[in-house]
């Protein structure tokens, strides 16, 4: 019992100290068009540079990225993409040999947030815009990394290959055999794969990715080369389809459906965070309070089609809001971050990348 009051009490005296750290570091925050900042703005227009890494289209990225342009002209802005787990190798390997290129990073695989925050990688900064997201959904403590969206993943098919009345409509239905030949995945680099992975073999257990396996299905990088094989008619179902993906390819008027499986639509934290160490320190401030503050998190929906967890922003164009699904997350995180390793390897065995 001493032993759990001493535990309680170092909890409270660091959760104190860092409340305390975040009055000192902002007392008082300056209001900007749709967000508050404790950045020093003439700095970061002097700093004129911004370098986001990130596992979002670099299309959209770059029309995000305009929008903060906009409002700060005199900070350019790089951006360099790639998916969570070659994104993740390439900035540890960065700074390994002392190359901080990075102001910016955004991962969709938690086990890799969680290692940044383990290795001291995350820039402490207490955005006054925190205050909008719960405190699941922010680090621990806070002002590390905030969750800056949700991607969802269900299941897509095309219309015009699928008829509707013999496409899927759970997640048991995808593993049909007759999808033989023509389904899709994402491939083991990428966080919302392992977090379906890890999910579906809870709901269902492992004979559920044995049944998967059979099907021969293909991995891809991208969502974007998932969608483009299905509406072009190569392929006829795509399992752990990004629904984003799906919200920009319906916006095109491409034929795509998309199924909301009755036990859940998978959830996955997109994180967003400043790094230490980062070469334009205060551009990387500025750009947080405005990414996690409205105009980013609209411009975030709008763009990429990516749901806000805020309340007072709107679901992207022609999607529903995270409270109108059903959304599963692991209730464990660290027994799901545990799989990790195990998750590459049977993955990569399943897509064939052995």
Same mark, same amino acid.
């Given at each position: 019992?001493?032993?759990?009051?001493?535990?309680?009490?170092?909890?409270?005296?660091?959760?104190?100290?860092?409340?305390?750290?975040?009055?000192?570091?902002?007392?008082?925050?300056?209001?900007?068009? =749709? *967000?508050? &900042?404790?950045?020093? %703005?003439?700095? +970061?227009?002097?700093?004129?540079?911004?370098?986001?890494?990130?596992? @979002?289209?670099?299309?959209?990225?770059?029309?995000?990225?305009?929008?903060?342009?906009?409002?700060?002209?005199?900070?350019?802005?790089?951006?360099?993409?790639?998916?969570?787990?070659?994104?993740?190798?390439?900035?540890?390997?960065?700074?390994?040999?002392?190359?901080?290129?990075?102001?910016?990073?955004?991962?969709?695989?938690?086990?890799?947030?969680?290692?940044?925050?383990?290795?001291?990688?995350?820039?402490?900064?207490?955005?006054?815009?925190?205050?909008?997201?719960?405190?699941?959904?922010?680090?621990?403590?806070? =002002? *590390?990394? &905030?969750?800056?969206? %949700?991607?969802? +993943?269900?299941?897509?098919?095309?219309?015009?290959?699928?008829?509707? @009345?013999?496409?899927?409509?759970?997640?048991?239905?995808?593993?049909?055999?007759?999808?033989?030949?023509?389904?899709?995945?994402?491939?083991?680099?990428?966080?919302?794969?392992?977090?379906?992975?890890?999910?579906?073999?809870?709901?269902?257990?492992?004979?559920?990715?044995?049944?998967?396996?059979?099907?021969?299905?293909?991995?891809?990088?991208?969502?974007?080369?998932?969608?483009?094989?299905?509406?072009?008619?190569?392929?006829?179902?795509?399992?752990?389809?990004?629904?984003?993906?799906?919200?920009?390819?319906?916006?095109?008027?491409?034929?795509?459906?998309?199924?909301?499986?009755?036990?859940?639509?998978?959830?996955?934290?997109?994180?967003?965070?400043?790094?230490?160490?980062?070469?334009?320190?205060?551009?990387?401030?500025?750009?947080?309070?405005?990414?996690?503050?409205?105009?980013?998190?609209?411009?975030?929906?709008?763009?990429?089609?990516?749901?806000?967890?805020?309340?007072?922003?709107?679901?992207?164009?022609?999607?529903?809001?995270?409270?109108?699904?059903?959304?599963?997350?692991?209730?464990?995180?660290?027994?799901?971050?545990?799989?990790?390793?195990?998750?590459?390897?049977?993955?990569?065995?399943?897509?064939?990348?052995?």
């Amino acid at each position: 019992m001493r032993r759990c009051l001493k535990v309680a009490a170092l909890l409270g005296a660091m959760l104190f100290a860092s409340e305390t750290r975040a009055a000192d570091l902002c007392a008082n925050p300056r209001q900007m068009d =749709g *967000f508050k &900042t404790c950045a020093d %703005i003439a700095k +970061a227009e002097a700093e004129g540079a911004l370098v986001v890494y990130s596992t @979002d289209p670099e299309d959209g990225s770059e029309k995000v990225l305009a929008r903060f342009r906009k409002m700060f002209p005199a900070i350019k802005t790089t951006f360099m993409r790639l998916q969570a787990g070659a994104l993740y190798a390439r900035l540890t390997s960065e700074r390994q040999a002392k190359a901080y290129l990075a102001d910016i990073v955004q991962l969709s695989d938690m086990s890799l947030v969680l290692d940044f925050q383990k290795h001291n990688g995350w820039m402490e900064y207490q955005s006054p815009e925190m205050v909008h997201f719960k405190p699941e959904w922010k680090s621990k403590p806070e =002002g *590390f990394w &905030t969750w800056g969206a %949700i991607g969802v +993943a269900a299941i897509a098919y095309n219309p015009t290959t699928v008829p509707p @009345d013999q496409a899927p409509k759970n997640w048991l239905d995808a593993v049909d055999p007759r999808w033989k030949d023509s389904i899709t995945s994402k491939a083991s680099t990428s966080g919302m794969q392992h977090m379906t992975w890890y999910l579906l073999r809870q709901l269902y257990g492992d004979s559920y990715w044995e049944k998967f396996a059979a099907l021969t299905p293909k991995g891809f990088d991208s969502y974007v080369q998932q969608y483009d094989r299905t509406i072009s008619g190569q392929e006829k179902i795509i399992h752990t389809a990004q629904y984003s993906g799906y919200l920009l390819a319906k916006a095109k008027g491409a034929p795509i459906a998309y199924v909301y499986p009755p036990d859940g639509l998978i959830a996955v934290p997109e994180s967003w965070g400043a790094v230490k160490e980062a070469p334009h320190p205060e551009a990387a401030r500025l750009f947080v309070d405005w990414f996690i503050g409205q105009p980013g998190q609209n411009a975030y929906g709008q763009d990429l089609m990516y749901n806000s967890l805020r309340t007072d922003v709107a679901p992207p164009p022609g999607g529903i809001s995270p409270s109108e699904m059903k959304l599963l997350f692991p209730q464990d995180w660290e027994a799901f971050l545990k799989t990790h390793g195990q998750f590459v390897k049977e993955w990569n065995k399943i897509t064939g990348m052995r």
